[in-house]
């Protein structure tokens, strides 16, 4: 009885240095740093085919809005003048169906949302914004980035900078969290 004791507490030894020279091993870590960018984009019913009117999220990246609906957001101005943040369900019916899309107003300065909010998100369905407004943006990327990680969803945050309603052009500043599940727009790699 003492002998097997004493060989237990052999091999849960090394177990625990393991585990105190790792920190926390089975802890998700984020690979890549917070993206933030401003860009141009152009409203999505005034502008021609190859201008960029939406932005694939993941990659901060500005691109038409195409029928296979290769982004989550496309930005477009109502009647009135409005900012409409569309999700992509909203905008086109991709065949091979499109990534869901949930967005959140965020109060508080553009600065002041320095992470995604935990909570409900409103899915596939357009927003209306006013320039300085914050909207956050939850992107199911589980059918291709976050295939295998243990959060299908990207985060990143919106605010439009400017409009001009006479061509169209809405300058956004924009900022993504690229790692599956992460909230942090704080610069650099995010630690939670």
């Known amino acids: 009885m003492r002998r097997s004791h004493l060989r237990s507490t052999l091999l849960i030894l090394p177990a625990c240095a393991l585990f105190a020279a790792c920190g926390e091993p089975l802890r998700i870590q984020a690979t890549e740093n917070v993206i933030s960018t401003n860009f141009e984009l152009h409203a999505f019913s005034l502008a021609p085919p190859t201008y960029n009117s939406a932005i694939l999220t993941p990659f901060a ?3 038409p809005v195409t029928a296979a609906g290769s982004f989550d957001v496309a930005l477009d101005l109502d009647a009135e ?17 499109a990534t869901r899309v949930g967005l959140r107003h965020a109060g508080g300065s553009y600065d002041a949302v ?11 369905s357009v927003f209306a914004i ?20 243990i959060s299908p969803f990207i985060y990143s945050k919106l605010s439009v900078l400017s409009v001009n309603e006479a ?3 809405i300058a956004v500043r924009f900022t993504v969290d690229p790692n599956c599940g992460f909230r942090s727009f704080e610069e650099g790699i995010p630690q939670n």
């Open 61 to 63: 990246e500005p691109r």
């Open 81 to 97: 003048g409005r900012i409409l943040v569309m999700p992509v369900s909203t905008v086109v019916t991709p065949l091979l169906g």
């Open 114 to 124: 320095l992470s995604a909010p935990t909570g409900e998100y409103v899915r596939d």
């Open 130 to 149: 006013v320039p300085g407004e914050v909207v956050v943006i939850e992107a199911d990327r589980s059918a291709d980035l976050c295939a295998f990680a």
């Open 167 to 169: 061509t169209g052009a």
